[in-house]
Nanobody, 124 residues
Framework: QVQLVESGGGLVQAGGSLRLSCAAS????????MGWFRQVPGKEREFVAA????????YYADSVNGRFTISRDNAKNTVYLQMNSLKLEDTAAYYC?????????????????WGQGTQVTVSS
């Protein structure tokens, strides 16, 4: 089994920056991807960003493209989400995920493992 441990959430003012981290236990397969999703109470889980474990291909939601950057550190089995120019609407519980994606990196059901979530709150 793979375990994902998230950190880095917190309170930040609009326009500020925050970096989330997600460390995965063990080894991941080259075909795996790591992703970030977010969810607000009463709303559906939303794709944020994803990255292939090996290689550099990345995927971003339109709502965060240009502001967020996903990256990885293979030696540490860790994926990061650098969030810049944060907006109030970025407030959500953020979840990291991992899995062998077979169809779409944008679909949460493609991911096999999930972190516990970390809260990001953007204030005005």
């Amino acid at each position: 089994q793979v375990q994902l441990v998230e950190s880095g959430g917190g309170l930040v003012q609009a326009g500020g920056s925050l970096r989330l981290s997600c460390a995965a236990s063990g080894r991941t397969f080259g075909s795996w991807a790591m992703g970030w999703f977010r969810q607000v109470p009463g709303k559906e889980r939303e794709f944020v960003a994803a990255i292939r474990w090996y290689g550099s291909r990345t995927y971003y939601a339109d709502s965060v493209n240009g502001r967020f950057t996903i990256s990885r550190d293979n030696a540490k089995n860790t994926v990061y989400l650098q969030m810049n120019s944060l907006k109030l609407e970025d407030t959500a519980a953020y979840y990291c995920a991992a899995g062998a994606i077979s169809r779409s990196h944008y679909q949460g059901n493609e991911y096999d493992y999930w972190g516990q979530g970390t809260q990001v709150t953007v204030s005005s």
